[in-house]
Structure formats: structure tokens, C-alpha cells
């Protein structure tokens, strides 16, 4: 009975874990810098994206009427990253007690 509820649990917690990562493949990844530069007697800062892809780092300017946004969605997937970390530590912790148990 109690082999039964934890199966079910580790079901639950699979399902909840592809449901999080598909939910990252959707959200933007990296993290958001300010830069300023001075040309001409002038202050100009600006927002740029900064990540990794293939192997190399990617810097991408960011429209200042997007930044709220991604700032959100970075957000985000920062969290869902923290929970999906949960979720695999306790899939893990359910697979080692099923086993044991035969």
C-alpha cells in the first residue's frame, strides 16, 4: 500500500517535471546587464541580454520597453529552475526507496 502511494507520487512528480521544463524551452535564459558608454560628450546606457548558445557567449541588446518583460520572464524561470531542482531531488529520493524496497 504505502510501495503503491509512492509510485504514484514519483508518477505525479515526473509529470510535474517534463510539465516544468517545457514550460523553460518557453522563457528566456541569462542573465540582463546595463551598459553605459560615453560618446561625444554624452551618457547613453542601454540594456543587453547576455547568455550562452553553443558554447559561446551571446550578448543581445534588449529594447527598453521590453526590459519589464524579461525582467519578469527571467524571473520566472528562475524559479521554475528552483523547483524543478526540488522535484528532481525528490524523484530521486522516491526511485532509491522503491528500490530498496524490491
Do not use: W
Amino acid at each position: 500500500m504505502i510501495s503503491d502511494m509512492l509510485r504514484e507520487e514519483l508518477v505525479r512528480c515526473r509529470k510535474m517535471s517534463a510539465s516544468i521544463e517545457q514550460a523553460l524551452s518557453s522563457l528566456s535564459k541569462g542573465s540582463l546587464h546595463l551598459r553605459s558608454k560615453d560618446y561625444k560628450g554624452k551618457s547613453y546606457s542601454y540594456h543587453y541580454l547576455k547568455f550562452r548558445e553553443r558554447g559561446k557567449n551571446v550578448s543581445r541588446h534588449i529594447p527598453s520597453g521590453q526590459v519589464e518583460e524579461l525582467r519578469k520572464q527571467l524571473q520566472t524561470r528562475k524559479n521554475y529552475e528552483q523547483e524543478l531542482k526540488t522535484y528532481r531531488a525528490r524523484i530521486r529520493y522516491l526511485e532509491k526507496i522503491l528500490r530498496h524496497q524490491g
